[in-house]
């Protein structure tokens, strides 16, 4: 987790430890599915969050949990992100999506963003 768990001064070095946790642990191996969650779209941390994790570990990670999803334009920009880099670093596996519905926004567009297309995997309430 980078987002609500890390306060401000720490979300670098957060980020730097989940990468060396994915790289450092064959989680795979353990039977388990790896998601991180990145800070929400709304802020400067999320793109350093999506580029850095998957850049540097992105052939370990499973999902990424996307929160406060309201619209399902917030899952396409991530997605965007992520397609470029696997298809950029040659990544074999394909990372999902997971929406973590938080907002009254979100809720009333839960039909809408569970129909969305591509890398979405779950939804969390």
Do not use: C
């Not at 309201?70 to 396409?76: E, F, R």
């Amino acid at each position: 987790d980078i987002e609500d768990a890390v306060a401000p001064p720490d979300k670098e070095r957060a980020r730097k430890n989940i990468i060396q946790a994915l790289n450092d642990i064959d989680w795979r191996a353990k039977g388990k599915t790896v998601s991180v969650r990145i800070n929400g779209l709304d802020t400067h941390y999320m793109y350093r969050d999506v580029v850095d994790v998957m850049e540097q570990a992105g052939d370990r990670l499973d999902t990424i949990l996307v929160p406060k999803v309201g619209v399902p334009a917030d899952l396409y920009m991530v997605e965007a992100l992520v397609n470029q880099i696997e298809m950029a670093k040659g990544f074999k596996t394909r990372v999902g999506l997971e929406a973590l519905i938080e907002t009254a926004l979100g809720m009333a567009n839960v039909e809408a963003i569970a129909a969305t297309p591509g890398r979405l995997e779950a939804m969390h309430f």
